[in-house]
């Protein structure tokens, strides 16, 4: 498995016209053009990006393979590598196109009438499930960066095989109405599935563990399931869950080590 | 004609109102009478096993203001009764049309928001 065979799993958090949405739109073209199987999984905010204008340009991905034909000669390449390995694995992904997945959960609590083709609205298990696959992930959602961050709001990383450990990282203070439930959905969807996962606070991120329903975090370690890390000194805590602080040189080795790391 | 807003449950000769989804509107309406009710129109018989899924799911929601993770349910099915084949398996015979959200109903609790 080179990383050209890998794909590209985009976690969308973002709102239509931030930054963060724009850079996911132009990865996610861009991984395309080189001819990468994309799972595109829009989450909490992100999932706007499924209404009105946005939504068109993210569904002109999900067939520009079909206009490859008068495309540059790197596309053409591209297109012409993926049938091959089509041919000798046919059960492999498409290469080169576009899955759009909306977090089911996150349009509900945001719009009425359930989103049209080419989105397809799905649950958190359809994220994590894409995971297991060898994927390049990258987070384009509301969090400062983590240091060492090309990306802005983002941290990409090559999965090259499973069980390696998810770390999600929550950077942002929650701000919306859905923000603090939505947040730790994805926490709850790693736990539910048994995943080997962490989530760490840092900088205005330690806020969710505040505030009285702060306490819904506290399942993940009183069961077992997930531990929750936060960067610097002691979190002042309304949640009762077991937080365990790190020093900037252990946030930094955590980084390294993960698998998986989602950037909400 | 059935008017799915305005559900109703009728116990000990009170009618008791349920939101469109058939979930109790008013928690403080609760009552084991109105679970065996609610169970007795979906075709479910509450056994000790259901009570236990019940209130361990009315536990959780006090304690944590959200109903529990299937996987939470049974692990602590095993450690807390003397089931001997809990898994989620054993809990869809118990509650077939999903677990959690059925258990959500029963236990006076809101219809369940999220996807996992």
Known sequence: MTEADAG???????????????????????????????????HGPGVDQAAGRPAGDWAALTDRRHGQAGGDIHDRFNADRADAQREKDPAA????????????????????????????????VALFSALDRPVCAQGFGLGAAPSGSIHGSALERRVPERQRGLLIEVGFAPTGRHDRIETLELALGAAALELDARVLFHGPGRSHLEGSQASAWRQLTDFGFI????????????????????????????????GILLAL | MNDPENQRARVSGHDIDLDVDGHLRHADAWSEALAECLARQDGVVLEPLHWWVIHFVRAHQRDYGMPPLMRTIVSEMRRQTDCDDASSRTLYRLFPDGPVRMACRYAGLPRPESCI
């Open chain 1, 8 to 42: 590209f799993l985009a976690l969308v958090r973002s709102p239509p016209g931030s930054a963060a949405a724009n850079r996911a739109l132009e990865a996610v073209s861009r991984h395309q053009r080189e001819g990468r199987h994309c799972v595109v999984f829009f």
């Open chain 1, 93 to 124: 992904p498409p290469r080169g196109d576009s899955q759009l997945l909306v977090c089911n959960t996150s349009w509900r609590r945001r719009h009425e009438v359930a989103p049209l083709a080419p989105f397809v609205p799905t649950s958190l």
């Open chain 1, 227 to 258: 531990d929750l890390l936060a960067d610097g000194s002691a979190v002042e805590t309304d949640s009762g869950a077991r937080v365990q602080c790190l020093e900037a040189s252990e946030v930094e080795h955590l980084r390294t080590q993960a």
